[in-house]
């Protein structure tokens, strides 16, 4: 194996089609911005592959001999003082498995995305802006040093940006895009702090230097270390969608569904738990900064769980379900089972992705509507489109042998054997995957069984703030659209390829992952359960997807209407979760707001008219001022002129006279007789 | 032999006599007579130092003066005409056709 994998065009692949597309994409042909648009995102997966298996077919002693392969540029990024940056590309067990995910996954939504956007006046914007988030998003998982990293960060930041508010004629996608990009600035800020402790602890942001000293030093803990843990975590939840900082990732359903599937759903938010698994040496000196995650994503998955069992729009119940399983990744990494947490990372990546894109297709089938309570029956009129979601919801809800089976099983146990807390934080994942496979199971029937309840009367009667949501050209396709149709085959066929990845993804099983990943992310210490413990959590665990699956099912199917009953009789905790714990509203209200009030008052009154209007109006008074004055001088009467001449001149005179020989002018007058 | 202050003081009353006039006189030419004062003024106290240092230049200069003086008195005189014949006045506080 030598240095000949050409990392650097992964990237560079992407940004290529975005250079193309973005410049040239309104006077190309069609098809020659969907090649273009397919092509970059295919090639980086190739080489990807390439990578893969080059590694894995050369060594001795399989991968793990020349993992991690670093590729470093040799002109340096930053050079200043001690401090020197390259650009570094890092290609290890990790950042493999996060570059088959991002290319694989962004390839298959790509194509998804030639059959949803089909029609759109702005194809090709909408591809170079995907071309842009697969550049960024590679340039961030394979960044060898923080800084890097966080330049893929910041760009895939960008990317969702562009993306959310991808119809900007609608007010609601570009304040949604507004409000992902200042929460993110938020948790941004939170990372750069940790860069600068990173850089003034260790003088260093190579990824591989730091573990080095940090090996070197094992005294080396707490302290500074947690301070540093926590700030990358600040950052974390901010790209990561966790509590504090989840509300922007709900919102940002107003892109369009494929991008919701591929930032904000498979790659992108995932981000966090690919940056906490890269910094895991950090994270392993600090047992409290560890704790803190592991409460932070327990609490989200809990918290954003219960606000999906409620929700009716089926990208919302979809994005409410993202950020729960963000937060059991963030579990799983709290209690130190990174392997696991980049488990359930690439196992959620398949049939979130996939859910996403089958809502998608509904949505598409539907003519522009999101509601759940008009959808229904749609399992005759999308046969494709409801069995891959059905592989999905069964997947995500944790039905043996399918992919989130093994994953979350995986955290869960992790949890369990975790020292302290690890029973609660077992105990808040179990009840979570309870409400995770409630919810989805909700999905499921009121979307595909059933009968159809929405129509053109429905939608007329309710359908104001939906049109509001819905895509707008969904929602011109809906006049023509009466009858519910599958999707064309463009949209299938990822569909299918996904579904086959959400059954048959968990099959490596998560102690031969963990084994793979072993020396990326470091093998997991605690004890291991024994067997009889290990299949009665496992029985546990399906046993609560089974008992979601059945409540679910009496509840929407055997006895449709009692929802709504008991939506009535607990009508305080319903609409507490129906308005989302109204965190949107108190986040409005105690930050929003007093920011606003504050600007206003102090930047637009005090700062802006007072001071530096103020001294506008003092320097422009000052001067007419002075010209009113200066004025009178100019009279235009000659006389008055030479007057002041006169005068000038015999000051001047009398002036010199008296600095030269003060006693000059006696001089003069007593002094004649002369010669 | 007359003392240099006698002669500079006879010129710093003919120069003072020459702005007072300027600056209270209506009449354009009476103006213009206090304007030759005031250079005769100049040149009396040149020749007078002239005299006093026995440099030949102060007088060398008082030609300069008498020439440009001249040439003065052609040209205002000249303008002083064209005036008249224009406003058929001389107070000078009533040729302000240039002022705002």
């Given at each position: 194996m030598n240095g000949s994998l050409h990392l650097w065009l992964i990237p560079l692949l992407p940004f290529a089609g975005f250079l193309i597309n973005g410049i040239l994409g309104r006077r190309l042909p069609k098809a020659l911005v969907t090649t273009v648009a397919l092509l970059a995102p295919?090639?980086?997966?190739?080489?990807?592959?390439?990578?893969?298996?080059?590694?894995?077919?050369?060594?001795?002693?399989?991968?793990?001999?020349?993992?991690?392969?670093?590729?470093?540029?040799?002109?340096?990024?930053?050079?200043?003082?001690?401090?020197?940056?390259?650009?570094?590309?890092?290609?290890?067990?990790?950042?493999?498995?996060?570059?088959?995910?991002?290319?694989?996954?962004?390839?298959?939504?790509?194509?998804?995305?030639?059959?949803?956007?089909?029609?759109?006046?702005?194809?090709?914007?909408?591809?170079?802006?995907?071309?842009?988030?697969?550049?960024?998003?590679?340039?961030?998982?394979?960044?060898?040093?923080?800084?890097?990293?966080?330049?893929g960060w910041e760009g895939v930041g960008l990317a969702s940006y562009l993306l959310i508010g991808f119809w900007f004629r609608k007010t609601s996608a570009a304040s949604a895009g507004m409000k992902a990009f200042v929460v993110n600035r938020i948790g941004d800020f939170g990372f750069l702090i940790g860069i600068f402790l990173l850089l003034g602890q260790f003088g260093t942001l190579t990824f591989g230097d730091i573990a080095a000293q940090l090996n070197a030093n094992p005294a080396l803990q707490g302290g500074i270390i947690s301070a540093i843990a926590l700030c990358l975590l600040i950052g974390a939840t901010g790209k990561s969608a966790q509590l504090p900082l989840y509300v922007w990732l709900p919102d940002a359903m107003e892109g369009p569904t494929p991008v919701s599937a591929l930032i904000h759903a498979a790659t992108?938010?995932?981000?966090?738990?690919?940056?906490?698994?890269?910094?895991?040496?950090?994270?392993?000196?600090?047992?409290?900064?560890?704790?803190v995650v592991a409460i932070v994503g327990a609490a989200t998955a809990l918290f954003a769980a219960t606000i999906g069992l409620v929700q009716t729009d089926i990208k919302r119940v979809l994005a409410y379900s993202t950020v729960s399983q963000l937060g059991y990744m963030f579990l799983g990494c709290g209690v130190a089972a990174y392997s696991a947490a980049i488990f359930?990372?690439?196992?959620?990546?398949?049939?979130?992705?996939?859910?996403?894109?089958?809502?998608?297709?509904?949505?598409?089938?539907?003519?522009?509507?999101?509601?759940?309570?008009?959808?229904?029956?749609?399992?005759?009129?999308?046969?494709?489109?409801?069995?891959?979601?059905?592989?999905?919801?069964?997947?995500?809800?944790?039905?043996?042998?399918?992919?989130?089976?093994?994953?979350?099983?995986?955290?869960?146990?992790?949890?369990?054997?975790?020292?302290?807390?690890?029973?609660?934080?077992?105990?808040?994942?179990?009840?979570?995957?309870?409400?995770?496979?409630?919810?989805?199971?909700?999905?499921?029937?009121?979307?595909?069984?059933?009968?159809?309840?929405?129509?053109?009367?429905?939608?007329?009667?309710?359908?104001?703030?939906?049109?509001?949501?819905?895509?707008?050209?969904?929602?011109?396709?809906?006049?023509?659209?009466?009858?519910?149709?599958?999707?064309?085959?463009?949209?299938?066929?990822?569909?299918?390829?996904?579904?086959?990845?959400?059954?048959?993804?968990?099959?490596?099983?998560?102690?031969?992952?963990?084994?793979?990943?072993?020396?990326?992310?470091?093998?997991?210490?605690?004890?291991?359960?024994?067997?009889?413990?290990?299949?009665?959590?496992?029985?546990?665990?399906?046993?609560?997807?089974?008992?979601?699956?059945?409540?679910?099912?009496?509840?929407?199917?055997?006895?449709?209407?009692?929802?709504?009953?008991?939506?009535?009789?607990?009508?305080?905790?319903?609409?507490?979760?129906?308005?989302?714990?109204?965190?949107?509203?108190?986040?409005?209200?105690?930050?929003?707001?007093?920011?606003?009030?504050?600007?206003?008052?102090?930047?637009?009154?005090?700062?802006?008219?007072?001071?530096?209007?103020?001294?506008?109006?003092?320097?422009?008074?000052?001067?007419?001022?002075?010209?009113?004055?200066?004025?009178?001088?100019?009279?235009?009467?000659?006389?008055?002129?030479?007057?002041?001449?006169?005068?000038?001149?015999?000051?001047?005179?009398?002036?010199?006279?008296?600095?030269?020989?003060?006693?000059?002018?006696?001089?003069?007058?007593?002094?004649g007789a002369g010669h | 032999m007359i003392p240099i202050s006698w002669y500079l003081l006879l010129s710093a009353a003919l120069f003072c006599l020459g702005v007072v006039g300027f600056l209270i006189k209506r009449n354009l030419i009476t103006v213009f007579m206090s304007i030759e004062l005031m250079l005769n003024g100049v040149n009396l106290s040149f020749v007078a130092f002239a005299h006093q240092w026995h440099l030949v230049k102060g007088q060398i200069f008082v030609f300069f003066v008498m020439v440009v003086a001249a040439a003065e008195a052609a040209v205002g005189l000249a303008i002083i005409i064209a005036v008249f014949r224009a406003r058929s006045t001389l107070a000078v506080d009533r040729i302000d056709l240039m002022k705002l």
């Open positions: 295919l090639g980086s997966f190739a080489l990807v592959l390439i990578a893969a298996v080059s590694t894995y077919g050369s060594g001795a002693s399989g991968p793990s001999s020349v993992l991690p392969y670093v590729e470093t540029f040799r002109h340096s990024w930053i050079h200043a003082g001690a401090l020197q940056i390259n650009y570094s590309a890092v290609l290890d067990q990790l950042s493999l498995v996060m570059l088959l995910v991002v290319t694989g996954v962004g390839f298959l939504i790509h194509i998804y995305s030639v059959g949803y956007m089909s029609d759109d006046p702005g194809y090709a914007r909408y591809f170079s802006y995907l071309n842009l988030f697969l550049f960024f998003m590679t340039t961030l998982v394979l960044a060898g040093n923080v800084l890097l990293m966080f330049v992108m938010v995932t981000a966090g738990v690919y940056m906490i698994a890269r910094t895991h040496f950090i994270f392993d000196r600090s047992p409290f900064a560890l704790t359930h990372l690439m196992t959620h990546a398949f049939f979130k992705a996939l859910l996403f894109l089958a809502a998608g297709s509904v949505i598409h089938g539907l003519g522009g509507e999101q509601d759940m309570r008009k959808m229904g029956g749609l399992k005759r009129h999308m046969p494709v489109t409801f069995w891959t979601m059905t592989a999905a919801v069964f997947a995500i809800a944790g039905f043996p042998p399918l992919a989130a089976f093994f994953s979350k099983d995986a955290i869960l146990n992790a949890a369990f054997m975790h020292g302290t807390g690890g029973k609660v934080f077992w105990f808040v994942g179990l009840v979570t995957a309870l409400l995770t496979s409630f919810y989805m199971f909700r999905l499921w029937y009121l979307t595909f069984h059933g009968e159809r309840r929405g129509g053109e009367h429905a939608l007329e009667h309710h359908g104001a703030a939906v049109h509001a949501r819905a895509d707008t050209r969904l929602v011109m396709e809906a006049e023509h659209a009466h009858e519910p149709h599958e999707s064309p085959w463009s949209m299938l066929g990822p569909l299918v390829i996904l579904a086959v990845l959400s059954v048959i993804g968990g099959w490596i099983g998560a102690g031969r992952f963990g084994a793979f990943l072993a020396p990326s992310v470091g093998a997991r210490t605690a004890e291991a359960a024994s067997s009889t413990l290990e299949w009665t959590l496992t029985g546990l665990a399906v046993l609560v997807a089974a008992l979601g699956w059945f409540i679910a099912d009496r509840m929407y199917r055997t006895r449709p209407g009692s929802a709504d009953q008991l939506a009535a009789s607990m009508s305080g905790p319903y609409k507490l979760l129906l308005h989302k714990y109204w965190v949107d509203e108190l986040y409005n209200a105690a930050i929003v707001k007093p920011i606003l009030a504050i600007s206003r008052f102090l930047l637009e009154w005090v700062v802006d008219v007072a001071i530096l209007g103020g001294a506008a109006w003092l320097l422009g008074g000052l001067a007419s001022l002075g010209g009113a004055i200066l004025q009178r001088w100019q009279s235009g009467n000659l006389r008055s002129y030479a007057a002041w001449l006169a005068a000038a001149a015999a000051a001047v005179l009398i002036y010199v006279l008296w600095m030269y020989s003060p006693n000059s002018l006696a001089i003069l007058f007593s002094h | -």
